[in-house]
Structure formats: structure tokens, C-alpha cells
């Protein structure tokens, strides 16, 4: 049986070598307070998922989102409009990784 190489561990849909990963609660924290300070929401809202243990789900206002926990420090948290997410969840390819982007939300709303 082979050795797992930490060095050659690779992210998905990434080239790069991946930095520290974090435990999946302190993934959970940073990516809570980043969305509460950008959506503004209270403590709480998010449900994590308990499959895809980085991903969360939140009903704010009148919109559901989708935050993706990053496991390194390289990355920013990822938030969806639970729309924008099922359409990236449905394609496949680099078309995927440019609808994420593009879909991201970055700044307050």
C-alpha cells in the first residue's frame, strides 16, 4: 500500500498545491463571521450541511444562499444565491469553475 504525499494533494478544479487545511469547525467559524459581516445576518442562521460538511445553507429576507467554507487560508469564502448554486451544481467542465466565480457574492447586496 502507498503513502499519502501531502506535498502532491491537489484542490478540485485547482492546479496549485494546496496550503494547511483546517479542521472543518474553524473552516466553519471564518466563513460565518465573513458572511454575517457581509450579509448582515444574525448568529444562526446557517445550516450546515451534513454531507458536504463545508457547505451551508441560510434563508435571510427573501433569499436562500449557499456558503462554501475554503479549507486553507488562500480562499475566500464562497456565497450563492441557492439559484445561481443549483445552476453551478448542474453544469460541468471549467464552464462550472467560471459560473461560480461569476455568480459569486462579493459585496453587500
Not at 446557517?46 to 488562500?74: C, F, K, N, S
Request: aromatic content about 6%; hydrophobic content about 30%.
Amino acid at each position: 500500500m502507498g503513502t499519502f504525499d501531502e506535498s502532491s494533494a491537489r484542490g478540485p478544479g485547482s492546479n496549485r498545491i494546496c496550503g494547511h487545511r483546517r479542521p472543518d469547525a474553524d473552516c466553519r467559524a471564518r466563513a460565518c463571521r465573513w458572511f454575517t459581516e457581509l450579509v448582515g445576518a444574525p448568529q444562526g442562521v446557517l445550516r450546515w450541511d451534513e454531507t458536504h460538511h463545508l457547505q451551508a445553507h441560510a434563508h435571510v429576507g427573501d433569499r436562500d444562499y449557499v456558503l462554501i467554507a475554503p479549507r486553507d487560508e488562500e480562499h475566500e469564502p464562497v456565497l450563492l444565491d441557492k439559484d445561481d448554486w443549483d445552476h453551478v451544481t448542474h453544469t460541468v467542465g471549467p464552464e462550472r469553475g467560471e459560473l461560480l466565480r461569476s455568480y459569486a457574492i462579493s459585496r453587500r447586496r
